[in-house]
C-alpha cells in the first residue's frame, strides 16, 4: 500500500538520483525519467566527489569514507529507492529519448554507501572492463 501526502507518495519522496558531470542532452533525458518516476535529481558537486555517499545522501554526519580512489570520473548515475520496476521505468523513458546512455551508473546499497563517489565510479569502470 502507498503512503500519500500532498507532493506524491512517501516513496516518491525517498526516490533519488544522484548525478555527477552529466552532459545537457543525456541531463534532459535523466530529467524526463525522473519525472516519469517521481524522483528528485541531486547533483553530487567536485568538493563531494571523495566524501562517502552515506555522507552526501543524508545518512552520516561524517564525511569519511571506508573506501577512496583517485578516479577521474566522467559521468555517474546513482539511484537511490528505486525497486527494479521504477528502475525498469526510467531506463525505459531514458532509452526511449534516443540519447546516448549514461555508462556508470549504480543503485545505492549497504556496502556502496560506505564508499565515495570516486571509488563507486572506479568500482563500475572496473567491473565493465572484466564483464560482470
Same mark, same amino acid.
Given at each position: 500500500?502507498e503512503?500519500?501526502?500532498?507532493?506524491?507518495?512517501?516513496?516518491?519522496?525517498?526516490r533519488?538520483?544522484?548525478?555527477?558531470?552529466?552532459?545537457l542532452?543525456?541531463?534532459?533525458?535523466?530529467?524526463? +525519467?525522473?519525472?516519469?518516476?517521481?524522483a528528485?535529481?541531486?547533483?553530487?558537486?567536485?568538493?563531494?566527489?571523495?566524501?562517502?555517499?552515506?555522507?552526501?545522501?543524508?545518512?552520516?554526519?561524517?564525511?569519511? *569514507?571506508?573506501?577512496?580512489?583517485? *578516479?577521474?570520473?566522467?559521468?555517474?548515475?546513482?539511484?537511490? +529507492?528505486?525497486?527494479?520496476?521504477?528502475?525498469d521505468?526510467f531506463?525505459?523513458?531514458?532509452?526511449?529519448?534516443?540519447?546516448?546512455?549514461?555508462?556508470?551508473?549504480?543503485?545505492?546499497?549497504?556496502?556502496?554507501?560506505?564508499?565515495?563517489?570516486?571509488?563507486?565510479?572506479?568500482?563500475?569502470?572496473?567491473?565493465?572492463?572484466? +564483464?560482470?
Amino acid at each position: 500500500m502507498e503512503r500519500h501526502n500532498d507532493k506524491g507518495t512517501i516513496e516518491d519522496l525517498c526516490r533519488k538520483i544522484y548525478t555527477y558531470n552529466i552532459m545537457l542532452n543525456k541531463m534532459i533525458a535523466v530529467q524526463k +525519467g525522473a519525472n516519469t518516476v517521481g524522483a528528485t535529481l541531486v547533483n553530487i558537486s567536485k568538493e563531494d566527489l571523495h566524501k562517502s555517499i552515506e555522507y552526501i545522501t543524508g545518512r552520516s554526519n561524517s564525511s569519511k *569514507a571506508g573506501k577512496d580512489c583517485e *578516479a577521474n570520473i566522467t559521468e555517474l548515475l546513482l539511484f537511490e +529507492g528505486f525497486d527494479s520496476q521504477k528502475l525498469d521505468v526510467f531506463l525505459e523513458t531514458y532509452n526511449l529519448t534516443g540519447i546516448q546512455p549514461v555508462v556508470y551508473k549504480a543503485v545505492l546499497t549497504p556496502i556502496n554507501v560506505k564508499w565515495t563517489p570516486a571509488y563507486l565510479y572506479e568500482h563500475i569502470k572496473n567491473e565493465a572492463a572484466i +564483464g560482470l
